[in-house]
């Protein structure tokens, strides 16, 4: 049980390092992330996404709920992250390099989730 969510950080010019994995947040990841992105860096997903954790580890209480994946591979984005995916909310893919925000194999697929985000700052 639990309200799952993995955010996956890239830019256009290289993929993923790592996916963060939420267990209870699904509903507000957006939210999450959104309030990491002023500490993340612009063009960057591997110092955005240690950001992201850094900033996930202050909100989240507890020691359950917040994990690092192993980077998604290319056939999981082409496959639009269904192996990936840990259910419920499904994959938050957040381009850091132009504000661009995804949702996959999940409800935040049919939810209104901001297409664009702010960038990071350089």
Not at 48 to 73: F, Y
Not at 101 to 114: N, Q, R, V
């Amino acid at each position: 049980m639990g309200d799952r969510c993995v955010i996956v950080v890239k830019d256009e010019n290289s993929f993923p390092s790592a996916g963060v994995y939420l267990h209870w947040n699904g509903y507000n990841a957006v939210e999450l992330l959104t309030q990491a992105i002023p500490y993340m860096r612009k063009g960057d997903p591997d110092y955005s996404t240690a950001r992201l954790i850094g900033c996930l580890h202050a909100v989240i209480e507890g020691n359950l709920g917040l994990g690092v994946l192993p980077a998604p591979s290319q056939k999981d984005a082409e496959h639009k992250f269904t192996k990936y995916s840990h259910g419920d909310a499904g994959v938050l893919v957040y381009d850091c390099g132009t504000g661009k925000l995804e949702a996959f194999s999940g409800y935040l697929t049919d939810e209104k989730i901001p297409s664009d985000l702010p960038l990071p700052p350089p």
